[in-house]
């Protein structure tokens, strides 16, 4: 079975500080990567997906990940954070029918 | 508009009350899923289910029960809940189990045993 590793569960930094997240997983088969934000109160909402092609994907909001096959990563990055970028994300890995979550980053971003 | 709904969205009941939490999908999504969320745990599915009449158990199936008798609808049973269930639980849909399909979820509905 699949299994995530996300490092670093409490992050705050301050607005236009840039962001990693790290993210492996372990999986024998062909992945499906995704990163999912969960804001407070709310459900969670697809920020980007890697299948195939161009390791480095781009998503919604300014995000982008990296996917490194040798190393097993698919970190997610943002450059410049902003105060509405506090939320919970949390990596993902698609294989067997199955989708398999981290524990999850909170992250915190101060005005 | 495309959503997944779940009802109740909040629920407080006592240990041993059988309850169900339903789940409902109108995009036509084969495939429809059940996760719990837990504080430092993240999401740990439950059940899913590939298509009507085909369902399959997560990584955390004790003390629940599903059914997939139409496509649009995945309601998760508790039969006899514990408070070691008490959790915010999410459904979620997509158009398959395989390949790099996006999974749907719904609100959530926070359950509470005592």
């Known amino acids: 079975a699949q299994s995530v590793s996300q490092h670093n569960h409490h992050v705050i930094l301050s607005e236009a500080a840039s962001l990693e997240l790290g993210c492996n997983y372990s999986?024998?088969?062909?992945?499906?990567l995704f990163w999912y934000v969960q804001y407070p109160g709310q459900h969670l909402q697809l920020l980007l997906k890697?299948?195939?092609?161009?390791?480095l994907v781009k998503g919604i909001k300014g995000f982008e990940a990296e996917f490194i096959k040798s190393k097993f990563s698919f970190n997610l990055r943002k450059p410049s954070v902003q105060w509405s970028d506090t939320a919970e994300y949390f990596c993902?890995?698609?294989?067997?029918?199955?989708?398999?979550f981290g524990k999850g980053n909170q992250v915190v971003v101060i005005p | 508009e495309a959503q997944v709904t779940q009802n109740p969205r909040y629920l407080i009941t006592v240990t041993g009350k059988k309850l169900t939490v339903t789940c409902s999908q109108n995009?036509?999504?084969?495939?429809m899923s059940w996760y719990r969320q837990d504080p430092g745990l993240g999401l740990r599915q439950i059940y899913y289910?590939?298509?009507?009449?085909?369902?399959d158990k997560g990584d955390v199936p004790e003390g629940y029960k599903v059914s997939r008798k139409e496509k649009r609808n995945f309601p998760l049973i508790l039969e006899s809940p514990s408070p070691n269930q008490t959790s915010l639980y999410f459904c979620?849909?997509?158009?398959?189990?395989?390949?790099?399909?996006?999974?749907?979820f719904g609100p959530g509905t926070r359950l509470t045993v005592t």
């Open positions: 979620a849909s997509s158009l398959g189990g395989g390949l790099p399909y996006e999974q749907y």
């Open positions: 993902a890995v698609n294989g067997n029918n199955r989708l398999a």
């Open positions: 999986y024998g088969g062909t992945v499906n």
């Open positions: 289910s590939m298509n009507v009449e085909v369902t």
């Open positions: 890697y299948f195939s092609g161009d390791p």
């Open positions: 995009m036509n999504h084969e495939y």
